[in-house]
């Protein structure tokens, strides 16, 4: 299995407890998701902490509008520092997705880094060089133009 890694690292003006409230809450990752993937949440337990085991059902369409279920795990959370959120059902072989959050001059630098794996052998990596890591680091730009407007200097 050929696995590709993404990583960003963006320093957000606002002190960390700030920072892990608004990504530590599911309901707002819709808030920074493009508009064309049409991001909902299907099903989230009715609380507003992360912990570990907790599951999340979205439904999204990242290619030609059509619609797909993506379940996520969340684990190896530390409050205020870390959480990882690992794919249960999705599009990937392989999906987790670890953010990272430290206070520094200036507010909190936020790192995420993801390890994926696509399906279908020599067609899922040709798919990754045609569109999907183009289409990843496209939606972690808008997520960072995004978390700048939410969070501005």
């Not at 409230?21 to 493009?34: C, T």
């Not at 999906?95 to 959050?101: C, L, Y």
């Not at 279908?120 to 569109?131: D, I, K, N, Y």
């Given at each position: 299995?050929?696995?590709?890694?993404?990583?960003?690292?963006?320093t957000?003006?606002?002190?960390?407890?700030?920072?892990?409230?608004?990504?530590?809450?599911?309901?707002?990752?819709?808030?920074?998701?493009?508009?064309?993937?049409?991001?909902?949440?299907?099903q989230?337990?009715?609380?507003?902490?992360?912990?570990?085991?907790?599951?999340?059902?979205?439904?999204?369409?990242?290619?030609l509008?059509?619609?797909?279920?993506?379940v996520?795990?969340?684990?190896?959370?530390?409050?205020?520092?870390?959480?990882?959120?690992?794919?249960?059902?999705?599009?990937?072989?392989?999906?987790?997705?670890?953010?990272?959050?430290?206070?520094?001059?200036?507010?909190?630098?936020?790192?995420?880094?993801?390890?994926?794996?696509?399906?279908?052998?020599?067609?899922?990596?040709?798919?990754?060089?045609?569109?999907?890591?183009?289409?990843?680091?496209?939606?972690?730009?808008?997520?960072?133009?995004?978390?700048?407007?939410?969070?501005?200097?």
């Amino acid at each position: 299995m050929k696995t590709y890694c993404l990583t960003q690292e963006i320093t957000i003006a606002a002190p960390v407890s700030e920072v892990w409230s608004f990504f530590s809450d599911p309901y707002n990752l819709g808030k920074i998701s493009p508009g064309y993937m049409d991001f909902r949440i299907v099903q989230c337990p009715p609380t507003k902490e992360l912990y570990d085991g907790m599951q999340i059902e979205y439904r999204v369409k990242p290619v030609l509008g059509i619609p797909l279920k993506w379940v996520t795990r969340i684990n190896s959370v530390t409050t205020g520092t870390c959480f990882t959120d690992i794919q249960a059902t999705g599009p990937y072989t392989l999906w987790e997705h670890k953010h990272t959050f430290e206070a520094t001059e200036g507010g909190t630098r936020m790192r995420d880094k993801v390890v994926y794996a696509l399906p279908f052998g020599v067609l899922g990596r040709l798919a990754h060089t045609l569109f999907v890591e183009k289409q990843l680091r496209d939606i972690f730009l808008y997520r960072e133009g995004r978390i700048k407007e939410l969070f501005p200097v």
